[in-house]
């Protein structure tokens, strides 16, 4: 019986191939959450303890890079495909300023929720609209 005779260099790169192809799965699953690319750093650091070549806890850069290499959708999509409205653009669609906007979210006259992407502080529902 004839044995397929792989060098150590080869066996390690497959392992990192596969590791680093499971790890895009798991961050794919992720994004959709809302969580912080450092956030999925860590929640990856509990299921693969490292990464790399050096056998180093994944990093919030880490995960950058992999969402850029496999061509993973970013969060700012799945706000826009949620149908929820940027400050800007719920302020267009009232006709009012942000200072108004701000009261009329304090006072509770509009739906909204906090997000983390791009650093926009809240997303608000659109006036008609059939989100939940």
Same mark, same amino acid.
């Given at each position: 019986?004839?044995?397929?005779?792989?060098?150590? @260099?080869?066996?390690?790169?497959?392992?990192?191939?596969?590791?680093?192809?499971?790890?895009?799965?798991?961050?794919?699953?992720?994004?959709?959450?809302?969580? /912080?690319?450092?956030?999925?750093?860590?929640?990856?650091?509990?299921?693969?303890?490292?990464?790399?070549?050096? $056998?180093?806890? +994944?990093?919030?850069?880490?995960? /950058?890079?992999?969402?850029?290499?496999?061509?993973?959708?970013?969060?700012?999509? +799945?706000?826009?495909?949620?149908?929820?409205?940027?400050?800007?653009?719920?302020?267009?669609?009232?006709?009012?300023?942000?200072?108004?906007? $701000?009261?009329?979210?304090? /006072?509770?006259?509009?739906?909204?929720?906090?997000?983390?992407?791009?650093?926009?502080?809240?997303?608000? @529902?659109?006036?008609? /609209?059939?989100?939940?």
């Amino acid at each position: 019986m004839l044995q397929y005779n792989c060098n150590t @260099k080869t066996k390690r790169d497959l392992r990192l191939v596969n590791m680093e192809q499971d790890a895009a799965i798991t961050i794919k699953s992720l994004i959709p959450l809302g969580l /912080s690319n450092q956030e999925i750093a860590d929640t990856l650091n509990e299921k693969y303890l490292n990464s790399g070549l050096d $056998n180093k806890p +994944f990093r919030r850069y880490t995960i /950058s890079n992999l969402i850029r290499k496999y061509n993973l959708p970013m969060r700012r999509e +799945f706000v826009e495909t949620d149908g929820w409205l940027t400050t800007r653009e719920k302020m267009d669609e009232l006709g009012v300023t942000r200072n108004r906007l $701000n009261k009329m979210r304090d /006072s509770g006259m509009v739906v909204y929720k906090k997000s983390r992407i791009y650093n926009m502080a809240y997303l608000y @529902k659109p006036e008609y /609209s059939e989100i939940v």
